[in-house]
């Protein structure tokens, strides 16, 4: 299990909503071949999927608009986080690299970028 360092409530819904567009634009981007299509970015694409629900249930659960700190734990081996670890810049990178070509608009916010480092920094437990 990972818990994640703490964020808001609406930071998360932020992140839930830019997840869910990323999921989408990245699986557009394989079926067209921009993006390889192969064992790596699908285990790191179900492990934000897993990520993004449990944040969406944590989100949920507190209310968005509620204003004081949370946290989420995240089902994740060490081996998974380890893995996610490695590939996360990455992969970040290479979305970055799309929406500058024009590829992807990830109309990415500081709320998105606060709660992915809330689980980037996270501590297995």
Do not use: C, H
């Not at 703490?6 to 989408?24: K, N």
């Not at 079926?31 to 990520?51: F, K, M």
């Amino acid at each position: 299990m990972l818990k994640s360092q703490p964020y808001l409530p609406s930071e998360g819904a932020e992140f839930v909503e830019y997840m869910d567009r990323v999921i989408v634009e990245v699986a557009a981007l394989q079926a067209e071949g921009r993006i390889p299509d192969d064992q790596g970015i699908d285990s790191l694409l179900e492990l934000w999927r897993t990520v993004t629900a449990q944040v969406k249930t944590d989100v949920k659960a507190a209310g968005p608009d509620a204003g004081s700190p949370m946290t989420s734990t995240i089902p994740m081996t060490e081996a998974e986080f380890k893995q996610s670890s490695s590939m996360f810049e990455t992969f970040y990178q290479l979305l970055r690299i799309l929406e500058m070509r024009g590829a992807i608009n990830l109309r990415r916010t500081d709320g998105v970028g606060k709660v992915a480092m809330a689980v980037y920094q996270g501590t297995l437990i």
